[in-house]
């Protein structure tokens, strides 16, 4: 099966609202409209970007997906600082980043409140990017499977075949993360082709076969074509490098 290619912008806690529309509106300039005939691009602002961004994509009737980098998994409540995912589904936000490494590291997110997040996300039309990683620590002790394959289990506790198939799974090296380091592109392809067996064997050969699986972690346009081309990376989450339109562009086009 061809999985359709999802390239993703995760800003992190980067640019304001005016930043965000300046950016949008570049990036919009630099990547071909024939390019998203054929790629998936998602943008993924903090929160007080969202519904600016939201009003820019729609008015302007730019190809690119709304995300958000976060949810809660309540619909409402007395939870201080989080966001429904109900109100990102009446942004028109189409993907929601869950449980990534900053979130698990940072804020204490588990995989189980990453399991009740994906499901949460889903009962509400959105599509969940579930990240998943090992520290360099756990790398070097050769325990990366066990780790990333853990967390793909317990993360996707409970979702029907169809479910699954239709989210994302991102794996994201945590020593790759903003820090310049890539995994080789070996490397990546061989933890990717992991979690797709991982599928397999909780699902089907066709679920496993649909999922789509992206790898992040220094992505940038010199290494994403590269990258792009093994068998089981249908995409990237590109943190620093997409804050750049012109480098983000230019990774969006990876296949040119
Ligand atoms: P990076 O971030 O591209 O800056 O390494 C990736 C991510 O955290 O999603």
């Known amino acids: ?37 054929t790629v998936d691009v998602s943008i993924h602002p903090p929160f007080t970007d969202i519904r600016s961004i939201q009003t820019v994509i729609e008015s302007e009737d730019f190809d690119f997906h709304l995300g958000a980098q976060h949810c809660h998994w309540e619909e409402s409540g007395a939870f201080t600082g989080e966001v429904s995912p109900a109100f990102l589904a009446k942004l028109n936000v189409v993907y929601v980043i869950v449980g990534h490494s900053e979130r698990r590291e940072i804020f204490g997110e588990t995989d189980e409140m990453v399991n009740r997040k994906v499901a949460a996300i889903q009962a509400h039309g959105m599509v969940p990017i579930m990240c998943c990683g090992e520290t360099l620590a756990e790398r070097e002790a050769g325990e990366t499977e066990s780790k990333v394959l853990g967390q793909i289990e317990t993360g996707l506790a409970g979702r029907t075949n169809d479910q699954i198939a239709s989210l994302v799974i991102a794996y994201e090296p945590i020593w790759a993360i903003g820090t310049g380091k890539t995994a080789t592109s070996d490397d990546a392809q061989a933890v990717c082709a992991a979690i797709r067996s991982k599928v397999r064997e ?26 792009m081309s093994q068998s089981d990376i249908d995409g990237a989450l590109v943190g620093g490098a997409s804050l750049d339109p012109d480098e983000f562009a230019k990774i969006v086009q990876f296949d040119t």
Request: proline share 3%.
């Open 1 to 37: 099966m061809t999985r359709r290619p999802l390239i993703s912008g995760n800003w992190k806690m980067n640019l304001n609202h005016y930043e965000a529309i300046q950016t949008v509106q570049k990036l919009s300039y630099l990547v071909p409209k024939e390019t998203l005939e």
């Open 202 to 227: 909780l699902t089907d050969e066709a679920t496993a076969d649909a999922v789509r699986i992206q790898y992040g972690g220094s992505v940038k346009a010199a290494n994403a074509t590269e990258l």
